[in-house]
């Protein structure tokens, strides 16, 4: 890891680290000079990640029950501590009211919004011990509309995200924990795989593949609001294709 940056000495927990936006967060976090430990369920992935950047590994399950507590309580025994928490973990199974099934609705729900609740709570203790307390919250532009049917329920977990990230700030707020949450439109990463209708999946690939922006885009505005000084707090940043209508 880098020792000098605009975040050495800061300890960094970064969920759903194995690809996409939350390996580029984990990447420029040690890039910029913190302590990273990397939360996946690809254990494999992490490996590389960690021989790649020395961050580190720490493979979980986090929409299994215990899941959340345990990574936290690993990373945190790692690195001697938490002073930042990006909840970026999640999943986008497209279907709707008609062709959705209960199981992706299930995980979704568990995955997007439960495992943002239960590993910040987890953190909790160690963010309130920090002199730089800080929880990101990766959302979506689909936290702020439905675009289409297919992408309802994710839409919801979404729009729960923004609402738990506000009142995350309110009661936190005095205790000097910051509470940033991150918008982002299309991006080009592996968000959509796990969808069971082929042409719904074909239809999200094509649309990353036309107009989506790479995940470091996300990660810098992360790494943005994590440097910001302590006077300074970013509650909300939407990051979007400049090709995207919003």
């Given at each position: 890891?880098?020792?000098?940056?605009p975040?050495?000495?800061?300890?960094v927990?970064?969920?759903?680290?194995?690809?996409?936006?939350?390996r580029?967060?984990?990447?420029?976090?040690?890039?910029?000079g913190?302590?990273v430990?990397a939360?996946?369920?690809?254990a494999?992935?992490?490996?590389?990640?960690?021989?790649?950047?020395?961050v580190?590994?720490?493979p979980a399950d986090?929409?299994?029950p215990?899941?959340?507590?345990?990574a936290v309580?690993?990373?945190?025994?790692?690195?001697?501590?938490?002073?930042?928490?990006?909840?970026?973990?999640?999943?986008?199974?497209?279907?709707g009211?008609?062709?959705?099934?209960?199981?992706?609705?299930?995980?979704?729900?568990?995955?997007?919004?439960l495992?943002?609740l239960?590993?910040s709570?987890?953190?909790?203790?160690?963010?309130?011990?920090?002199s730089?307390?800080?929880?990101v919250?990766?959302?979506?532009?689909?936290g702020r509309?439905?675009?289409?049917?297919?992408t309802?329920?994710?839409s919801?977990?979404?729009?729960?995200?923004?609402a738990?990230?506000?009142g995350?700030?309110?009661?936190?707020?005095?205790e000097g924990?910051?509470?940033?949450?991150?918008?982002?439109?299309?991006?080009?990463?592996?968000?959509?795989?796990g969808?069971?209708?082929?042409?719904?999946?074909a239809q999200?690939?094509?649309?990353?593949?036309?107009i989506?922006?790479?995940p470091d885009?996300?990660a810098?505005?992360?790494v943005?609001a994590?440097?910001?000084?302590?006077?300074?707090?970013?509650?909300?940043?939407?990051?979007?294709?400049?090709a995207?209508?919003?």
């Open positions: 890891m880098t020792p000098e940056g975040l050495a000495g800061r300890r927990v970064v969920t759903g680290a194995s690809s996409g936006i939350g580029s967060t984990a990447a420029l976090c040690a890039a910029n913190a302590q430990a939360v996946a369920r690809r494999d992935r992490l490996r590389e990640l960690a021989d790649e950047l020395g580190v590994p720490v986090l929409a299994v215990d899941g959340p507590g345990t309580t690993e990373a945190a025994d790692r690195l001697g501590g938490i002073d930042v928490l990006v909840n970026n973990a999640g999943v986008y199974l497209l279907g009211l008609s062709d959705g099934r209960a199981a992706d609705w299930r995980r979704m729900f568990d995955l997007n919004v495992s943002v239960e590993t709570q987890a953190a909790l203790p160690y963010l309130r011990k920090s730089s307390g800080h929880i919250n990766v959302s979506s532009v689909g509309r439905v675009a289409r049917t297919s309802a329920v994710y919801a977990t979404k729009f729960a995200v923004q738990i990230s506000e995350m700030r309110q009661e936190l707020h005095p924990v910051r509470v940033t949450v991150v918008a982002p439109g299309v991006v080009r990463t592996e968000l959509g795989a969808t069971a209708d082929p042409e719904l999946l999200v690939q094509a649309k990353q593949a036309a989506g922006i790479a885009a996300v810098r505005a992360i943005y994590l440097t910001e000084p302590p006077e300074v707090a970013v509650f909300e940043l939407v990051v979007l294709p400049t995207q209508p919003v």
